[in-house]
């Protein structure tokens, strides 16, 4: 457990830096794994990123982000679902692992019936994320964000949604911040084993910097990352382990600081 065979690194650890500095930093330090942002594709052309990632040898562990599927109107549902079908061609491209869905907040008050949209919007898209050989991973989000971006909350939530499919086309993304809190968290990974699409890391520090950038990095918070990685590796998954971080202050630094310290604290906690 002491090398980076399974280092992934998610590239919002690094958002001021793009996907080709990203992915240069990745071959300076050994890392094989990236994790990119669709909309850091948008900004280089599909094309270009392919190419930037193939030339640098690296392997796709998960494209972020589909889902956001509840909305008020069935028109918004489904240019919604007509985006997921091309982040499904996208992470066809770049031959990603997964999809990681971030399923999406209720419109208005109806949290019930927005679960049920993205129950909806899934089954949507399972064809053509089928035709195109693409593994869909359900992210449940820590309950602070129920109210703007997933109504999806539980490992136990994601879980019950994605045996609804076939476990190898939708799947569950198990994300340590959002997680670690959870008193079902271990029964639920003994549940999921061959639903386990992804396992993302960080550290949740008191108090927290911030909501959406309120990540810390790996050994300074909380969290039993190394207990979580084995029951991860207990339940049968052998992929890649990414580290997404959200944070302002690690976001301000020069991205060979941000992989220096990414890796040691990888190392240490996992």
């Known amino acids: 457990m002491t090398d980076l065979e399974r280092f992934s690194f998610n590239q919002i650890t690094a958002n001021s830096a793009t996907l080709r ?33 193939r030339d640098c040898g690296l392997s796709v562990s998960s494209l972020c ?21 091309r982040a499904i061609d996208e992470a066809a491209d770049l031959q990603a692992r997964c999809l990681v869905l971030v ?11 927005a679960r049920a ?12 994320a089928q035709q195109n050989g693409v593994r869909l991973g359900i992210e449940p989000l820590h309950p602070m964000f129920a109210a703007d971006r997933s109504v999806i909350v539980t490992l136990a939530e994601a879980l019950d949604l994605a045996r609804r499919f076939n476990p190898e086309q ?8 959002h997680v670690w809190w959870d008193p079902q968290l271990y029964p639920g990974i003994q549940r999921a084993v061959g639903y386990i699409a992804g396992f993302h890391v ?30 991860i590796d207990q339940a049968g998954y052998r992929g890649a382990i990414e580290v997404e971080i959200m944070n302002e202050t690690l976001w301000s630094r020069p991205v060979d600081a941000i992989f220096e310290q990414a890796i040691e604290s990888y190392l240490a906690c996992l």
């Not at 982000?65 to 079908?85: C, K, L, S, V, Y």
């Not at 399923?103 to 019936?113: E, K, L, Q, T």
């Open 21 to 53: 500095e990203c992915a240069e930093a990745c071959t300076r330090h050994g890392v094989r794994w990236i994790a990119p942002w669709r909309h850091r594709l948008e900004e280089a052309g599909l094309s270009e990123s392919s190419r930037i990632l």
């Open 65 to 85: 982000r589909g889902g956001f599927f509840p909305a008020a109107t069935h028109a918004e549902r489904q240019q919604r679902i007509d985006d997921n079908r």
């Open 202 to 231: 960080s550290d949740w520090s008191s108090p927290l910097p911030g909501v959406f950038t309120g990540r810390s990095m790996m050994g300074a918070g909380v969290i039993e990352l190394r207990r979580m990685r084995n029951a």
């Open 103 to 113: 399923c999406g907040p209720a419109p208005g008050r109806d949290i019930d019936g």
């Open 117 to 128: 949209m993205v129950a909806d919007g899934i089954a949507a898209i399972m064809d053509h």
């Open 170 to 177: 939708v799947g569950v993304v198990v994300d340590a911040f």
